[in-house]
Structure formats: C-alpha cells, structure tokens
C-alpha cells in the first residue's frame, strides 16, 4: 500500500486514508505520538472524543491516568511512542469492527518498521488481540512476556478499564513493575 519508506509518507497515507467507515466522521486522523526514537511502543484500542478533536493520542482522562501509569515506573510520554489499532474514532467509542482493524494494522505495521521498539505494552484487550494473540485473554494473559521478532511484547490493562473498575489497579501495578525490570534488564531508559 504504501511505497515508500518515511514518517512522512505514513502521515500523508493516513491522513488521507478512506479505506474504512471510520473515515466517514473522524476529525481527525490520529497517526500516534511521543517519541520516534523510542524503544518502546505503547498500543491503544482507537481514538475517543478527545483524542479525534486534537488528533494526539491519549489526551483524555485514560491520557491521564496512562500518564500517571508511566510515571509510577519512571518513564514519560519522552519515553515511549504511543499509537492505536485504528487511527480514527470509532462512533460512541465502540470497539472498533475486524474489518476497520485489518484495514488499520497495515499503518501499526509501518509504525513498528520505523520505531523498531524492544518492547511493545498492548493497552487492553483490542491492542492484545491484534499484536499478541486473536484469542488473547486479558485477564489471565495480562503480565506475560511474549517475544516475536526480536520485540518484547506485553499485554496490561487498558487505562479506561482501570478508570471502571479501579480494583483492576494493583494488578496493573504489578504488570508495570514487570514493564520496569524488562526495561532495566535491556538497559534501554
Ligand atoms: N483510548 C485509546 O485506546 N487510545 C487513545 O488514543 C485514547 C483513548
């Protein structure tokens, strides 16, 4: 799909893309952000209202509380790159359809072929399932390491599902803590 090879050329591609129904009512195209650099790669599920309206990814209150999430393990949004299984808002923040999805990865992918990130933390279950595992269950999934491609990759809870359900926290917390000693242990921060 897209030829060439730069940053550019996927914003442009993305910018542009009317490949699915998400087009139809987005604001904007949410393509990613934080650090191109970064080693690591933070998935989401898809923008919300928020993130549609400024077209920066997680600047809602899930932004918020991953914010606080990254801080409790040292780390900011300098850190990390952050991007989402789809790049347009799905309506009512629905979770996105398998077709959007596959429509969607092929950008994920650029982004991954470009970041090259040592480890990738999945932000809920949408983000597992399409990166980790089709049948990934994030309750009994969530925490555990799983390598592909020379990347790290892990799955914890979804900021949103921690501001529902906030008894889902301590695990998350333990699931960061897993996230610290991967970092030290690679050396990357
Ligand atoms: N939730 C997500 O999954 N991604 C965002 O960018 C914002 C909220």
């Known amino acids: 799909m897209i030829g060439m090879f730069s940053w550019e050329i996927l914003e442009s591609a993305c910018k542009t893309c009317n490949r699915c129904r998400l087009a139809e009512n987005r604001t904007n195209v949410v393509v990613g952000g934080g650090n ?7 998935i989401g599920e898809g923008p919300g209202e928020k993130e549609d309206l400024s077209g920066v990814p997680f600047v809602g209150p899930a932004g918020q509380l991953l914010d606080k999430m990254l801080a409790c393990i040292d780390l900011s949004r300098n850190d990390v790159y952050i991007a989402n299984v789809v790049k347009c808002r799905p309506p009512g923040n629905r979770d996105p359809e398998p077709d959007e999805k596959n429509c969607c990865i092929e950008y994920l992918r650029y982004q991954f072929a470009l970041i090259k990130p040592q480890i990738i933390v999945c932000l809920g279950r949408i983000a597992a399932q ?7 269950r994030i309750t009994k999934e ?8 020379n990347c790290w990759m892990i799955a914890t809870y979804h900021p949103s599902a921690l ?3 906030a008894a889902k926290k301590r695990t998350a917390f333990e699931d960061l803590k897993e996230i610290k000693k991967k970092i030290d242990e690679l050396g990357i921060i």
């Not at 191109?36 to 933070?42: Q, S, V, Y």
């Open 142 to 149: 969530h925490g555990i390491w799983y390598k592909k491609k």
């Open 130 to 136: 399409s990166i980790i595992d089709s049948k990934f």
């Open 163 to 165: 501001l529902r359900d």
């Open 36 to 42: 191109r650099k970064a080693k690591i790669l933070l």
